[in-house]
């Protein structure tokens, strides 16, 4: 979190959010009304948000990470919008993505272009995924992958690798990072394109896969901005 995210958590009346995520910022949480509700409930918490809103409360609807990266900020803006309140006032409060702070725990992998992709396909076609991870392994952009695997979805990511394998050599570094940044909670492991599907992975781990420059130095995984040394 950023301290102006705490801010407006002190300045809230509304918590609004997902319960895990409630979970997380329930040690930041004082005075305020919890307003939290399952998965799959993202535009439910939006309108009970937005009605909150309306009555002229101050509301805080929270995401992990940033808002605006797979997050709840687009959903509210879409909701203002279909109920006609934009005139509301509202503040999208950016966090730390997941691809960001698993960067910092495994060293430098991000340095040069990257390209964030979620294999979740809920929302997304796995057509439109496949083509997505083809085009960015063809323009060898560095990968950082979301929602990499799940109990009932667990193929999706032996695919991306059999396809980035078709690019990138077998010994390209990749991370895997569980719950960045969550304290003790946090996982960091090194390895390789060839490997690690072989390693434990689910919904909390973050997965960065090196392009065709990423390089281990010592504990790290760092991709080269191109400055001579």
Known sequence: MTSRVQSVLNEAEYIVGYKTYIDLIRNFLTHQQVVATGMRQEIDRCREAIRLAGEGHRVA????????????AGIIIECLEQEGLLELPLEIVPGVTAASAAASML????????????????????????????????????????????????????????????YRHPYTP??????ALRGEESNVQITNLADFTNYPIDMLTTVIVGNSQTRIVGSYMVTPRGYKL
């Open 107 to 166: 060293g430098a992998p991000l340095m040069h272009d990257f390209a964030v992709i979620s294999l979740s396909d809920l929302l997304t076609p796995w057509e439109v995924i496949e083509k997505r991870v083809r085009l960015a392994a063809e323009g060898d952009f560095i990968l950082a992958i979301y929602n990499p695997k799940s109990l009932g979805r667990t193929q999706h990511i032996e695919t991306v690798r059999e396809l980035l394998l078709t």
């Open 174 to 179: 990749v991370g895997l990072v569980r719950e």
């Open 61 to 72: 609807v929270v995401s992990s990470g940033d808002a605006g990266v797979y997050g709840m």
